[in-house]
């Protein structure tokens, strides 16, 4: 073989390994974000199957109606404070080993329903899931900036969007095809899983960089860049690190109090947040399958329909990564509220058949139908939509803070929207509450008009620009 054939052979071979390598690396760091992403599905949705069938006769665990709203309603109790802890921990220990300690109070709270043999295990479990939670959602995205190529970001962006329903397909089968124990199972050997993953990836360069091992960081952006411009991208995290990085926290909040654009993009994100809750979703999620039994729905069993619902939020999900950047967040936003206000309307006029008692016989698609039309619309826009808005309204170097302002408000309404639902059917009953819900998600409607901002395709300064002028 010439020496000419052999450079050609060589540097296919090389070629070639690269390409394994890169496609490794990116479906390593894939599976792993997408499995910490699912279970946010599972322990949003875990509720709906379970708290059906606790309220069985044969249940081994008996569940009061006050109970069963405790059990729900604890998950975002102490999500709040998750929301805090998770960016301190990135701050000082790195957005990898932050991502390990966010997995522990996950496979404790799972490990705490295996054991379960009374109500107070599930308040337990359901709080430290509440803490991980909270962490996950103000850490996971922090990690992806810091150790995703470009190439691959968008990909890694899309899971945020597709793992949730992935998550709650898991739980709505598990849950009506398991007991509740040999689900717990099921989950915590996913923790565990996740757990050894993110223990087998490399710490991102930036906390290396921050602890002033240079070497070690590089050798993390070639792990994560497989030798694609590895020099460029340590200067320019060295450079990130030593300007925006330095920030103390306070003084990132301080930014906030003196800074109109931040104040106006505050606002924004807090009602985005606010909005995604009073629409009823979180109820939606947790009190699915109870609600098809309340309708008395017959057409086929409620725990396999939540399934079926399930699958094809996860298809409105992934239509939607395609959708934001075509038709803009405001349009999004504006069809998704529409669809939601609808299939509200659709749910009360059901259970205003049934306190009227009117047949509802030829009725029995109404519930279905519309719990369906309301998890696509709220999958296609008004999840995707303020985490969008939230990676993009904010400036690089204050966007941990303003994650963990979204994950507070996002818990806090969370817990509020939950806690106040089986009150609120005792005092009226579904076709009041329903009808709450639809008057509030219609209030979206004009804020999507007149008052968001539209960021598709602008660049940072243009938004910023735009918040100060508004």
């Known amino acids: 073989m010439d020496r000419r054939c052999w450079r050609y052979v060589s540097s296919n071979f090389y070629q070639t390994i690269v390409r394994y390598n890169n496609s490794l690396v990116r479906h390593c760091i894939m599976c792993a974000v997408n499995l910490l992403l699912i279970h946010i599905g599972v322990m949003g949705a875990w509720t709906s199957p379970t708290l059906a069938k606790l309220a069985e006769s044969d249940s081994p665990i008996k569940l009061s109606a006050e109970q069963a709203s405790w059990v729900a309603s604890f998950l975002n109790l102490t999500r ?74 968008g990909a890694l962006i899309s899971l945020a969007t597709v793992g949730a329903p992935v998550g709650q397909i898991l739980a709505t089968l598990c849950g009506s095809q398991l007991s509740v124990n040999e689900a717990a199972y099921v989950y915590l050997f996913l923790a565990i899983v996740t757990i050894a993953l993110f223990f087998w990836l490399p710490e991102s360069p930036h906390h290396l960089v921050k602890m002033k091992k240079h070497d070690a960081a590089r050798e993390s952006i070639q792990w994560y860049r497989r030798g694609q411009g590895v020099d460029d991208e340590l200067v320019a995290v060295i450079k990130f690190v030593t300007t925006d990085g330095d920030l103390t926290f306070k003084e990132k909040l301080q930014r906030f109090k003196t800074s109109k654009p931040l104040q106006r993009a505050t606002a924004h994100i807090m009602a985005l947040y606010t909005f995604v809750l009073i629409s009823g979703s979180n109820v939606m999620m947790m009190y699915m399958e109870p609600i098809l039994r309340d309708a008395n729905f017959n057409l086929t069993d409620p725990s396999l329909f939540t399934v079926y619902i399930n699958v094809i939020a996860t298809v409105a ?30 749910v009360m006029t059901f259970f205003i058949l049934v306190d009227l008692n009117v047949d509802t016989v030829q009725w029995q698609w109404l519930p279905g139908v519309s719990l369906l039309i309301y998890m696509v619309s709220f999958f296609i826009g008004l999840l995707p939509v303020p985490n969008a808005i939230l990676s993009e309204i904010f400036p690089a170097n204050v966007r941990s803070v303003a994650s963990c302002i979204a994950v507070l408000t996002a818990a806090f309404m969370s817990f509020v929207s939950i806690k106040s639902y089986q009150p609120m059917i005792d005092a009226m009953g579904h076709s009041y509450v329903f009808l709450f819900y639809a008057i509030c998600t219609v209030a979206i409607i004009p804020y999507s008009i007149f008052l968001l901002p539209e960021t598709k395709g602008k660049s940072l300064q243009q938004i910023q620009d735009e918040l100060m002028t508004h």
Request: charged share 10%.
């Open 80 to 153: 709040c404070f998750g929301g805090i802890i998770g960016p301190v921990c990135v701050n000082y220990l790195g957005s990898k080993k932050s991502i390990l300690i966010t997995l522990c109070p996950i496979l404790l709270g799972w490990l705490l329903i295996t054991l379960s043999d009374s109500f107070v295990w599930l308040y337990f479990s359901r709080l430290f899931s509440g803490l991980g939670l909270g962490m996950t959602f103000s850490v996971f995205p922090l990690y992806i900036g810091e150790v995703s190529m470009p190439s691959i970001r």
């Open 317 to 346: 999900a992934i239509g939607s990564i395609f959708l934001i950047d075509r038709c803009g967040r405001k349009f999004l936003l504006l069809v998704s509220s529409i669809g939601l206000s609808i299939s509200l309307l659709g």
